[in-house]
């Protein structure tokens, strides 16, 4: 029985089965997916398929990202934020053309009832962004911090590492949990196309929305696989890979 983290897809269906079948996932594992399954390559809405259809065979988590909250605004109300819009949205709704309305509503079904974050029996926090709250998640006075913080890894990033776990001085936001396992930031920002770890902190976001892969790691080794380059995947796409 082993327990998998799945970084950010960003429509990229098919990388995201190179990851599976990489990990030779079996019906006792249990796979949390970071969150941001939408935006960027063409195929949005058919991965959702697959994940809906995959959970029912699989224990999955599905963790809630900022591009998700966009998309299951949009196929609540129909309504087009201009941010999500450039920012992959575009390509997302492109995705649904030949979906039902019936079948668009299962989808944003699915969106809502996707949890902020979870904690495992291991006291292991899955989130895809990070929060701002000295005393954990539980107490978090923004919700939307859980899918859009990024100062929790640039505090694990800058944090001085000859500071001691049981000091005054280290971060209360990091004792919280014996590891945190995030998405939301491209690990390709700081030059590593490959899973960054940063205190407690494991980043496995390793930009597969832009020029970079889709992860796939072992919460408990910290063994992974990754996909081929997404883009290589879509080579007539641009993914979001703008400018």
């Not at 990489?22 to 058919?46: C, H, N, P, R």
């Not at 087009?80 to 079948?103: L, Q, R």
């Not at 709250?133 to 001085?160: C, I, N, Q, Y």
Request: charged share 25%.
């Amino acid at each position: 029985m082993s327990t998998y983290a799945i970084g950010d897809i960003h429509g990229g269906f098919k990388a995201l089965i190179q990851v599976l079948n990489q990990l030779e996932v079996k019906e006792e594992d249990t796979l949390i997916f970071m969150g941001d399954y939408v935006d960027g390559w063409s195929e949005s809405a058919q991965i959702i398929e697959f994940l809906i259809d995959l959970s029912e065979k699989i224990n999955c988590v599905f963790i809630k990202g900022n591009h998700d909250v966009w998309c299951e605004d949009w196929l609540k109300s129909d309504y087009v934020n201009p941010t999500w819009y450039i920012h992959g949205g575009k390509e997302t709704m492109d995705s649904y053309a030949t979906f039902s309305k019936e079948e668009k509503l299962l989808h944003h079904e699915f969106f809502k009832a996707m949890p902020w974050y979870h904690i495992d029996d291991k006291n292991r926090l899955f989130i895809h962004a990070g929060f701002t709250s000295m005393h954990g998640v539980s107490k978090e006075p923004m919700v939307s911090s859980f899918s859009t913080d990024r100062t929790l890894w640039e505090m694990a990033l800058g944090l001085d590492k000859s500071i001691d776990e049981n000091s005054s001085r280290y971060p209360n936001r990091l004792k919280h949990y014996n590891e945190i396992f995030i998405g939301h930031t491209p690990t390709i920002n700081f030059g590593s196309f490959e899973p960054m770890n940063a205190a407690n902190v494991w980043n496995i976001d390793t930009g597969a929305a832009f020029f970079g892969r889709i992860t796939g790691m072992n919460v408990d080794t910290k063994a992974y696989v990754q996909s081929d380059i997404v883009k290589d995947l879509y080579p007539d796409e641009k993914g979001r890979n703008r400018g």
